[in-house]
T-cell receptor, first 113, second 111 residues
């Protein structure tokens, strides 16, 4: 029944490692997103894909690379993790176009030590 | 850059009281949305108000929008302890469904 599911929920890793977060939605949406929420709860969009095509790419380091194998999946790979990457990463999805509700996953808590 | 700014940053009220949260933004928008985030969870959509609407209701929620002042308010009536959460306003200003979120308001409802 889960609409937007992302794994893992918790991830603790060392600086310099490479890690991936996976996301899947079963809502039939054509647009998917990655958001980052920092320790002060500030939520900022990182990427947006529509039908597997990148449509929003905010100022995010090249170490972050999203991949969308199909419109139901949007994974986030992070290379050479840094301490500042510690945050909660939320996957989300919606139908395309303004005014559509965005459905969020439960978040992936990434801690870089 | 950040679009929405909510105030107050934190609000503590007694169960049964009303909670009013405000959001201001900087640019023209298509619509404004409010989301709730319970501790340790994802965001849940509460209500959307379009730029040509002034007020909208959904259950115990009432949202107003004043585009001339670039501000919105969310009123939760007859609050319950279960309303304890962070509340975010988000503005949709472009064609790519890009939502820009404010910093959020932490609401605590004391039983």
């Amino acid at each position: 029944d889960t609409a937007v599911s992302q794994t893992p929920k918790y991830l603790v890793t060392q600086m310099g490692n490479d890690k991936s977060i996976k996301c899947e939605q079963n809502l039939g949406h054509d647009t998917m997103y990655w958001y980052k929420q920092d320790s002060k709860k500030f939520l900022k969009i990182m990427f947006s894909y529509n039908n597997k095509e990148l449509i929003i790419n905010e100022t995010v380091p090249n170490r972050f690379s999203p991949k969308s194998p199909d419109k139901a999946h949007l994974n986030l790979h992070i290379n050479s993790l840094e301490l500042g990457d510690s945050a909660v990463y939320f996957c989300a999805s919606s139908h395309q176009g303004p005014g559509n509700t965005i459905y969020f996953g439960e978040g992936s808590w990434l801690t870089v030590v | 850059s950040q679009q929405g700014e909510e105030d107050p940053q934190a609000l503590s009220i007694q169960e049964g009281e009303n909670a009013t949260m405000n959001c201001s933004y900087k640019t023209s928008i298509n619509n404004l949305q409010w989301y709730r985030q319970n501790s340790g969870r994802g965001l849940v959509h509460l209500i959307l108000i379009r730029s040509n609407e002034r007020e909208k209701h959904s259950g115990r929620l009432r949202v107003t929008l004043d585009t001339s002042k670039k501000s919105s308010s969310l009123l939760i009536t007859a609050s319950r302890a279960a309303d304890t959460a962070s509340y975010f306003c988000a503005t949709d200003a472009g064609a790519n469904s890009k939502l820009t979120f404010g910093k959020g308001i932490t609401l605590s409802v004391r039983p």
